[in-house]
Every structure is written in structure tokens, then in C-alpha cells.
């Protein structure tokens, strides 16, 4: 099997950095990375004051049932 030229590889080479098809896959995955961070991070922080008020909650009718 021959070698191809170095023109070859190199107009190759500079059809695969021009071409934009596989470039929307990867904006929507780094999209999707980065909700999933700011979600996971917002529920990290507002995790802790939702657990208080349903454990306040529960307090309160237990009381209430004794």
C-alpha cells in the first residue's frame, strides 16, 4: 500500500478542521455539561435548607399526633 503525499494528507488534514458536522454534537454535550453543573450545584445549596424545613414539617405533626 502506498504512502500519500504529503498534499494529500495535508488537504486532508485541512478538510477535517473545516468541516462542521460533528461540531453541533459537541456544542449540545457541552451545553448539557454545563446545566447538569449549575443544576447539580443549585441543588447542593438549596439541598440542605429543603431538608430542614421537611424535617421542621415533620416535627410538627409528630406534636401535633401525640
Sequence with gaps: MAMPSMRTSM??????L???AGGTGLEFAIIAAGVGLALSSTLYVVGG???EKYAAIASALKRQNN
Design 49 to 51: 435548607v429543603v431538608t
Design 18 to 20: 473545516a468541516a462542521e
Design 11 to 16: 488537504t486532508t488534514f485541512r478538510a477535517f
